[in-house]
């Protein structure tokens, strides 16, 4: 099991699916992805969007949330929603650990949302402004993760590896 999960429940565009897929790609996370999709899986703009990472990436399906929880019982997971209170910041985040976003044009669906309020976190945003696009909160919320753990399963290069022996 992957120690870092990307869960998109009901994805609507394609080329956001494809920017978070490189995301994942290249930060060692899967991708969960929640039916119905609003596009097809072998879609061009899909893979574009994705360019050539789809060979690098663990990628599961699941037909319903059900599904999901069913086939990763005890997951530990959060919900990233505009409705949460919690930032994202003022939470640890086990491994493996789950982040969960809902589609591009309703997010998660509110009821589980408030069944799962205490797994709920939100990335600050200017007051009156709906939020983020789909890829960016996900990047967002991987790095946050990965800053936390210190880059630990990264091949550090560049600044981040000077200094260290």
């Known amino acids: 099991m992957n120690s870092l999960n990307?869960?998109?429940?009901?994805?609507?565009?394609?080329?956001?699916?494809?920017?978070?897929?490189?995301?994942?790609?290249?930060?060692?996370?899967?991708?969960h992805l929640v039916r119905p999709l609003g596009f097809e899986i072998d879609s061009a703009k899909l893979h574009r969007?994705?360019?050539?990472?789809?060979?690098?990436?663990?990628?599961?399906?699941?037909?319903?949330?059900s599904d999901f929880f069913r086939?990763?019982?005890g997951c530990d997971f959060f919900?990233?929603?505009?409705?949460?209170?919690k930032c994202y910041t003022e939470v640890d985040y086990p491994s493996?650990?789950?982040?969960?976003f809902g589609k591009e044009?309703?997010?998660?669906?509110?009821?589980?949302?408030?069944?799962?309020?205490?797994?709920?976190?939100?990335?600050?945003?200017?007051?009156g402004q709906r939020c983020l696009n789909l890829s960016n909160a996900a990047a967002v919320a991987v790095y946050e993760v990965l800053r936390r753990r210190n880059f630990e399963d990264m091949l550090l290069s560049g600044s981040l590896s000077e200094g260290k022996k």
């Open 6 to 31: 990307i869960v998109l429940v009901e994805p609507e565009i394609p080329q956001n699916t494809g920017n978070i897929a490189r995301t994942c790609a290249v930060t060692g996370a899967a991708l």
């Open 105 to 127: 044009t309703k997010g998660l669906p509110e009821s589980f949302i408030s069944e799962n309020l205490d797994r709920s976190v939100r990335i600050p945003m200017k007051p």
């Open 79 to 85: 919900c990233f929603s505009s409705k949460a209170k």
């Open 49 to 65: 969007a994705g360019l050539d990472y789809w060979d690098s990436l663990d990628i599961f399906y699941y037909d319903s949330l």
């Open 96 to 100: 493996p650990v789950f982040l969960m």
């Open 71 to 73: 086939k990763n019982p």
